[in-house]
């Protein structure tokens, strides 16, 4: 299995189990990882959810065959394709998210972090948000959130130039809650988990509702305005150039390109 679930004492864990590819996602681990969440929004014995991978590993975001396989579905605007479902599921969850990421979380794996309540790095943590760097624009709303968490400045050159940073730049962004040792993430995830199993149930979803209601709506507007955008874009020359390239195992030239 490429997306394991377990319930456990109130806290559903989520995990990517795709080693062999640096768990990058398939549309079905989307899918998977959506019908998990909404499950879970409707099982009273769930009363907190871990988001992690591999020890080394979070994700390497998209798996770029299986997404260029689908790219014509998620490019269709009248389209729901699982990813859109599991970034909607995950911002529509009403019980407390928490995510766990050692090693690399690319692309999404980055993005999906700006959703979570609750955000722990190993401090062997890299993140990246590398849109530009394929000829796409941001999605699910990280070019709203990212900006209003770190300053535009610093927003800007983490989706503009797409590059590489670390456990501690992170949380200097104001995403991340605590940088820990590798061999202690997990457990620490958990031990903040339970925690929150122990409060009432009720008093904590009203919170996360509270803290949430203010920018709910426009998250929705901006993730389908970005979607728009993604969904076009993708079909694009620039975005034809950069995954070839990919796969081509070279470094791609957008000079051709206005």
């Known amino acids: 299995m490429d997306i394991l679930t377990q319930i456990e004492q109130g806290v559903l864990t989520i995990t990517f189990n795709r080693p062999e590819k640096k768990n990058a996602i398939t549309q079905a681990m989307y899918q998977a990882m959506a019908d998990a969440l909404r499950a879970a929004e409707q099982d ?35 389209a729901v394709p699982p990813v859109y479902q599991f970034m909607r599921a995950l911002n529509e969850c009403g019980k407390p998210v928490i995510a766990a990421v050692s090693g690399a979380a690319v692309g999404i794996g980055t993005t999906l972090l700006l959703h979570c309540d609750l955000v722990y790095l190993a401090d062997n943590a890299k993140l990246s948000m590398p849109f530009s760097q394929l000829g ?17 400045q610093r927003a800007a050159e983490k989706l503009l130039l797409g590059e590489n940073f670390s456990a501690e730049e992170a949380m200097q962004l104001g995403f991340v809650n605590k940088v820990l040792p590798a061999d202690e993430l997990l457990a620490h995830a958990r031990a903040v988990a339970d925690k929150l199993v122990a409060l009432p149930a009720k008093s904590v979803r009203v919170t996360k509702a509270l803290m949430r209601q ?39 030239d957008f000079s051709q390109f206005d």
């Open 214 to 252: 203010g920018q709910a709506a426009q998250v929705q507007d901006v993730m389908n305005a970005e979607n728009a955008h993604f969904a076009a874009m993708l079909g694009a020359p620039e975005a034809r150039e950069a995954f070839t390239a990919f796969f081509q195992k070279r470094k791609p």
């Open 136 to 152: 796409l624009c941001p999605e699910f709303a990280s070019s709203m959130m990212l900006p209003r968490m770190a300053g535009y």
């Open 44 to 78: 009273n014995a769930v009363r907190a959810i871990i988001l992690t991978g591999q020890p080394g590993i979070f994700t390497a975001g998209n798996d770029l065959e299986d997404f260029m396989k689908n790219a014509a579905s998620i490019a269709n605007p009248g």
